[in-house]
């Protein structure tokens, strides 16, 4: 008979998932900590962004027949219609109208002076909050850095102490723990900097709108009676 040789089973190999939460618990404090600071520095971004939206937009928002109402009221000589208009608005545009209302009879430059400093004061409540944006999207990748490097560090130390016997798995749960911090540093840095220019594109549209809005009062003080 011819001898029949049966070989054992190819052991069956576990397929190993990844669990955020796992790594965040087996990464030490020094990675939870971070991960605790980057989730922080998340929230703090969303809600600025949020706030600073709604703020901007509700600022934009301007009757389509204001600025006729405004010429119509001072070609009339009724100033104090325009002002209650602009009090009736309540917006940015309304308010530097009302600053040039409330200087009429004076000279064309001192009117153009007071509509630029209330200007800059409007642009400055616009522009509220939203460098901390900017400062996010620059310290959260760094912070997500720091991160890596203490679980590079403490990975290196578990190497050393372990001699010539180095757990395989332990070294690749560090390292799985230090990418986790730098990809969550740069989500939330990506986040940040996403979130301040697209405020930023809305603030100088706002801007634009009070430019033109202020150019095309002065025009209306500036022509012939």
């Known amino acids: 008979m011819i001898p029949f040789y049966f070989q ?7 397929e ?9 618990k087996n990464g030490g404090l020094g990675g939870q900590v971070i991960i605790g ?48 208009l602009c009090v009736q608005e309540n917006v940015p545009v309304a308010r530097l109208i009302s600053k040039g209302l ?21 642009v400055y409540q616009l522009e509220k909050n939203i460098s901390i944006l900017a ?12 991160g890596t490097v203490i679980g590079m560090i403490l990975s290196i130390f578990e190497i050393s102490n372990a ?7 332990l070294l690749a749960d560090g390292l799985y723990t230090a990418m986790t911090t730098t990809v969550a540093g740069l989500i939330v840095g990506i986040l940040g900097y996403i979130c301040y220019n697209h405020l930023v594109v809305k603030i100088n549209k706002a801007v634009y709108q009070m430019e033109a809005s202020s150019l095309e009062f002065l025009d209306l003080l500036n022509e012939p009676a």
């Open 135 to 146: 400062t996010i999207s620059g310290a959260a990748p760094m912070l997500g850095f720091l």
């Open 37 to 84: 600071l980057l989730f922080v520095l998340l929230l703090i971004v969303t809600y600025i962004y949020f706030e600073r939206l709604f703020a901007i937009l509700s600022a934009v928002k301007v009757a389509p027949n204001f600025m006729p109402q405004i010429r119509s009221f001072v070609m009339n000589g009724k100033p104090e219609g325009a002002l209650q």
């Open 102 to 122: 409330s200087r009429i009879g004076r000279p064309l430059d001192d009117i153009n002076s007071a509509i630029e400093n209330a200007g800059r004061l409007e």
């Open 8 to 14: 054992d089973p190819a052991p069956l190999q576990t």
């Open 16 to 24: 190993k998932t990844l669990s955020l939460l796992e790594l965040i």
């Open 163 to 169: 001699g010539g016997n180095i757990d395989m798995q």
